[in-house]
C-alpha cells in the first residue's frame, strides 16, 4: 500500500507540471473582486468576456482565472447580486497574464426577483448536491431562542439531520453520530462545536461569513469523516472603522468588537481585526425568571466561548489570517452526572497567486487541545483529551468555467483517555496518531452536464492503511426548471468515540485513536484493516415549482461497513488464561456495521416579505454487533420542521418568524425488572450478608421501545430601530416551547424518575449594533 501512495503522489504531481505547461503558453486574465466598501470577496460574482465564449465566477475568495485567451483588446463584465456592473477594457499581449483587483459598488435600488435569479443561476452551475449553503441573514430568518440567533438552531432545521433534545443533544447527520461528523473553522478542526445545552454553538453567528454544511457525498478535499462535513468560515474584521455589537438577554450576553490597525483603501493593503465574547448565566438568571424549571433549581448550564481574528488583506487580493479561540462548558446534570469541557486553539492561512500564474495557492495550519471529564453520581470518572496539529496545502487552477484542484493534508494528534465501565473494568488508552493524505479534484463544465470526479488518498500511520477513496458528483440539468443530481463516495476515518451508539443518553463526548483493541474477525470473517469505513450514494432533484418556490428531493444510502464502538460489557481481561471466554466480554473494544436509508424533501418559498422552509425526512438506521442487530438511539423514523418568517410595517422593520418541529420517538432500551446487586467488585470477602446492596437493573432487548413523539412551537418577534447610518437598537421578544409540550429527555430507572426537555421559556433581548 506504500507504494501505491508513492505512485499516486507521482501521477498527481506530474499532472500538477503538465497543468501549468499547458496554460502558461496562452494568454489569461485573473483577479479578485471585491466590496468596494469593506474589501470582504464577492462570491460567486459572473465574469465574462462579452463578444466571446470566455467566461467564470469568482470563488468564496474573489477569485477569478480566464485562461486560453488569445491576444488582443478585450472587455470584462462583472456582475454580481446588489452590486452595480463593472465593465472595463483589458489587453493581452506576447501571451501574457492580465491582472488586477476590481472592487465593486453596492447598487442603490435591489429588485427582490435579481436574488432569487442569482440563487437560480447558482443552482444551474453547481453541482451542490447534500448541499447546504448557510449565511448569517439565513440564520436570522429562524426564531432565535433566548433572542440571539446561532447556528446550531438553523441546522436542525437541515434536511438529513437530528438533534436529541435541547438538553445534551448532539448532531446526528443522515445515521452518522457526532464523531463521524467533520467540523472545521477556517479550516482547523473543532472537536465539539456544541454546548451541552443543545441550543447554542461555540460559534458567533454575526461574524460568520459562510458555512457548507454537507450531509453526505462530499468530494476529495475533505477526509478523516465516514458521515458529513460542516465547514465554517469566519469573516475579516472592519477595516474602515472601529464598530461592533452588544447584546444581552435572559439566556446571556455577547460583545463584538472589530476595526482597523491599517485602514482599508482600494488598491493598498489593510489590516483589521475582529474579536467576540459570549457567555451563560443561565444558572443564576433561570432561577429568577424560570423557577417552575427542577423545582426552582434552575438550568445549570455554563458555558463561554471567545474568537479572535487578525486579517491582512494585500492590494493584489493575497490574504493572510490569523486567528484563536477559547471555549467551555459546565453543567451538571439533575441526579445524574457532572459534566465540563475545556478547549482552545490558534491558527492561521493564507491566499496568494503568484505574479506571472492563474495558480491560487492556499494553506492552512493550526493547533487545538480538547479536554472532557464526567463524574457520574453513582459511577467511576472519565475523562478524555484530544490535541494536536492539522495542515493544510492546495493549488488551485481556474480553467474558465472548469476547475482543477489538488492538495495535500497532514494532521498529527495526541489522544488520551480513561473510562469505567458498567461492571467497573478500568479501559485506559494514551495514543499518538498521525495521517497524510493527497487528493484531486476536476470540475468540468460541459454546458447542462456538471461532472466533478475525485480521488483521495489517506494514510493512517498508526494502523499502517492506507484507504483510497474515489468520490463522484454529478448534475444534470434536464431543462432550465428540472435538475438532476448524483453523488457517490468511499470514506475512512480512525477516531472512535468514547461513547456508544447503544446510550440513550450520550453525554460524554470523548476520543480515541489508534490501533485499538478490538477482535481479528468479525462474523467469522477475518477483518483486513483497522480502519472505519462507509461508502455513500445520494440522488435527487431540484424543480422550480415557480419563481419563488424550489423544491429538492434526496434519497440516500449509507453503508457503514465498519465501525469501531467500545465495549461496555468487558468483564475479562484479554489475557491468556481467558483465551476460551467470548471476545465481546474480553475486548476493549467492537467491530459493527450498519446502514442508514432514506429521503428528504425541502420546500422552500422567498417572497419579499415572506418566507417559508419545510422539511420531511424520513429515515432508518440499524447497527449489527455480530450478535444482535439494534436502532442506535439517534434513529428517528419522521421529521418534520415548517419555519416561517414575515417581515411587516411599511420599512419592514418588525418580524414575525415561528418554527414547529414534529420528531417521531427515539428508540431506548426497556426494563424488564429489578434485583439486588451485591458489591464484590473490591473484596470477594466483602460480608455481603450484613449489608444491603443496591439496586440491580434487569434490561429487555437493546433499543427495541420508543420514546413519545417529540413536538415544539418557537416564535420570536423582531422590532429595529435605525438611529443612523450604524446605530441599531433591536429587541427580541421569543418564547420556546409555546404551548409547553412535555419532551422526555431521560428516564431515571433507579429513582423511577421521568426528566423532561425545557418546559416553556419567554426570553426578552436588546442588541445595539454602532
Given at each position: ?12 504531481s506530474?499532472?500538477?507540471a503538465f ?10 486574465i485573473?483577479g479578485?473582486?471585491?466590496d468596494?466598501d ?10 465574462s ?16 482565472s ?12 462583472i456582475?454580481y447580486?446588489?452590486?452595480?456592473s463593472i465593465v472595463?477594457?483589458f489587453n493581452?499581449?506576447n501571451g ?19 436574488v432569487?435569479?442569482?440563487s ?9 448536491i ?10 436570522k430568518?429562524?426564531?432565535s ?10 441546522l436542525?432545521?437541515?434536511?438529513g439531520?437530528?438533534?436529541t433534545?435541547?438538553?445534551g443533544?448532539q448532531?446526528y ?7 463521524q461528523?467533520?467540523?472545521l ?21 454575526d461574524?460568520?461569513?459562510?458555512v457548507?454544511?454537507y ?16 465547514d465554517?468560515?469566519m ?14 438577554s435572559t439566556f446571556?450576553?455577547?460583545?463584538m468588537?472589530?476595526g ?17 465574547g459570549?457567555?451563560?448565566f ?13 423545582d426552582?433549581?434552575?438550568?445549570p448550564f455554563?458555558?463561554?466561548d ?8 494585500s492590494?493584489?487580493g493575497?490574504?493572510?489570517?490569523v486567528f ?12 445524574l ?17 503568484p ?8 494553506a ?5 487541545d480538547?479536554?472532557?471529564s ?7 470518572p472519565?475523562?478524555?483529551g484530544?490535541?494536536?496539529f492539522n495542515?493544510?496545502?492546495?493549488f ?14 497532514t494532521l498529527g494528534?495526541?489522544t488520551d ?6 461492571v467497573?473494568r ?5 495514543e499518538?496518531?498521525?495521517e ?8 468540468l463544465n460541459l ?6 470526479p475525485g480521488?483521495?488518498?489517506h494514510y493512517?500511520?498508526?494502523?499502517g492503511d492506507?484507504s ?17 443530481k448524483f ?6 476515518q ?10 440513550v ?5 470523548g476520543f ?11 462474523k ?13 450514494l ?6 422550480d415549482?415557480?419563481?419563488?418556490i424550489?423544491?429538492n428531493?434526496?434519497g440516500?444510502?449509507k ?5 469501531t464502538?467500545i465495549n ?7 489475557i ?18 450498519g ?13 419579499d ?6 422539511v420531511y425526512?424520513?429515515?432508518w ?16 423514523r ?5 419555519v416561517?418568517?414575515y ?5 419592514q ?25 451485591t ?10 450478608w ?7 437493573v434487569?434490561?429487555?432487548?437493546l ?8 413536538h ?13 447610518k ?12 409555546v404551548?409547553?409540550?412535555?419532551n ?11 426528566v423532561?426537555?425545557l418546559?416553556?421559556m ?5 442588541s445595539?449594533?454602532?
Open positions: 500500500m506504500t507504494k501505491v501512495i508513492k505512485r499516486l503522489f507521482f501521477l498527481i506530474l499532472l500538477f497543468t501549468s505547461i499547458v496554460f502558461a503558453q496562452t494568454g489569461a485573473k479578485f473582486v471585491l468596494k469593506n474589501g470582504e470577496p464577492c462570491m460567486f460574482a459572473n465574469v468576456v462579452p463578444g466571446t465564449s470566455f467566461g467564470a465566477a469568482t470563488d468564496e475568495n474573489g477569485y477569478f480566464i485562461p486560453k485567451i488569445p491576444d488582443g483588446d478585450y472587455t470584462i463584465k456582475t447580486v446588489s452590486y452595480d472595463e477594457p493581452i499581449t501574457k497574464i492580465a491582472s488586477k483587483t476590481y472592487y465593486m459598488s453596492k447598487a442603490a435600488f435591489v429588485l427582490g426577483e435579481t432569487v435569479s442569482a437560480r443561476e447558482e443552482m444551474r452551475t453547481q453541482i451542490r447534500s448541499k447546504v449553503k448557510v449565511s448569517p441573514q439565513q440564520i430568518q429562524l426564531p431562542i433566548g433572542s440571539e440567533p446561532d447556528i446550531a438552531q438553523y436542525q432545521v437541515v434536511p439531520i437530528t438533534f433534545g435541547d438538553q443533544g448532531l447527520i443522515r445515521g452518522g453520530s457526532s464523531i461528523n467533520l467540523v473553522l477556517d479550516g482547523m478542526v473543532v472537536y465539539n462545536p456544541f454546548h451541552s445545552i443543545g441550543l447554542f454553538s461555540v460559534f458567533d453567528s461574524i460568520i461569513r459562510n457548507d454544511v450531509t453526505g457525498g462530499f468530494n476529495s478535499e475533505y477526509g478523516g469523516r465516514i458521515s458529513s462535513v460542516m465554517i468560515s469573516r475579516d474584521g472592519n477595516p474602515n472603522r472601529f464598530s461592533g455589537k452588544v447584546s444581552g446571556g450576553t455577547k460583545l468588537l472589530e482597523p490597525l491599517v485602514k482599508f483603501k482600494e488598491g493598498k493593503t489593510s489590516l483589521s481585526y475582529i474579536v467576540s459570549k457567555t451563560s443561565l444558572e443564576q438568571s433561570s432561577k429568577v425568571f424560570y423557577p417552575y424549571i427542577n426552582g433549581l434552575g438550568l455554563n458555558y463561554t471567545i474568537y479572535g481574528k487578525l486579517s491582512l488583506n492590494s493584489d493575497s490574504r493572510v489570517n484563536g479561540f477559547k471555549f467551555n462548558d459546565d453543567v451538571s446534570y439533575q441526579g452526572s457532572n459534566l465540563g469541557w475545556d478547549a482552545y486553539g490558534l491558527g492561521a492561512n493564507f491566499i496568494v497567486v505574479s506571472g500564474s492563474t495558480v491560487m495557492i492556499k492552512n495550519m493550526s493547533y487545538s480538547y479536554n472532557i464526567l463524574q457520574s453520581m453513582d459511577a467511576f472519565s475523562a478524555s484530544i490535541k494536536g495542515l493544510g496545502l492546495d488551485l487552477y481556474f480553467l474558465g468555467k472548469n476547475q482543477f484542484v489538488w492538495g495535500i493534508q494528534f495526541n483517555f480513561e473510562y469505567y465501565n458498567s467497573g478500568l479501559l485506559q488508552q494514551e499518538n496518531t498521525t497524510l493524505a493527497t487528493y484531486f479534484k476536476y470540475k454546458g447542462n452536464l456538471l461532472i466533478e480521488l483521495r488518498a493512517y500511520a498508526s494502523m492506507v483510497i477513496e474515489p468520490r463522484l458528483g454529478i448534475k444534470y440539468n434536464i431543462t432550465e426548471f428540472l435538475r438532476f453523488a457517490a463516495g468511499i470514506y475512512s480512525d477516531l472512535v468515540a468514547a461513547n456508544s451508539d447503544k446510550d443518553v450520550n453525554l460524554f463526548y480515541l485513536s489508534g490501533n485499538l483493541n478490538t477482535p481479528d474477525t468479525f467469522g470473517e477475518e477483518l483486513t484493516h483497522r480502519l472505519q469505513k462507509s461508502e455513500h445520494i440522488g435527487g432533484f431540484e424543480i415549482l415557480t419563481k419563488k424550489d423544491l428531493i434526496e440516500y444510502l453503508n457503514f461497513s465498519q465501525l464502538t461496555r460489557n468487558k468483564i475479562y481481561d484479554d491468556p488464561a481467558n483465551n476460551k471466554k467470548p471476545e465481546y466480554l474480553k475486548k476493549d473494544f467492537l467491530i459493527e456495521s446502514y442508514a436509508y432514506g429521503v428528504d424533501f425541502l420546500l422552500k418559498y422567498d417572497q416579505r415572506l418566507y417559508i422552509w419545510f425526512s424520513l429515515g438506521i440499524k447497527r449489527d454487533d455480530g450478535v444482535s442487530i439494534y436502532n442506535p438511539h439517534y434513529d428517528r419522521h421529521n418534520v420542521n415548517l416561517t418568517t417581515r411587516m410595517g411599511k420599512k422593520t418588525w418580524n414575525l418568524s415561528a418554527r414547529w418541529n414534529l420528531g417521531s420517538g427515539f428508540p431506548f432500551t426497556q426494563t424488564a425488572g429489578f434485583y439486588e446487586e458489591d464484590l467488585y473490591n473484596s470477594l470477602n466483602h460480608p455481603y450484613s449489608s444491603n446492596g443496591s439496586l440491580g434487569i434490561y429487555g432487548d433499543n427495541a421501545g420508543r420514546l413519545p413523539y417529540y415544539r412551537l418557537d416564535i420570536t418577534l423582531n422590532k429595529v430601530f435605525t438611529f443612523s450604524y446605530t441599531i437598537l433591536e429587541i427580541n421578544l421569543s418564547v420556546t416551547n404551548y409547553n409540550r412535555q422526555i429527555f431521560y428516564f431515571d430507572r433507579v429513582d423511577y424518575n421521568r423532561d426537555q418546559p416553556i419567554p426570553s426578552l433581548g436588546l445595539l449594533t454602532f
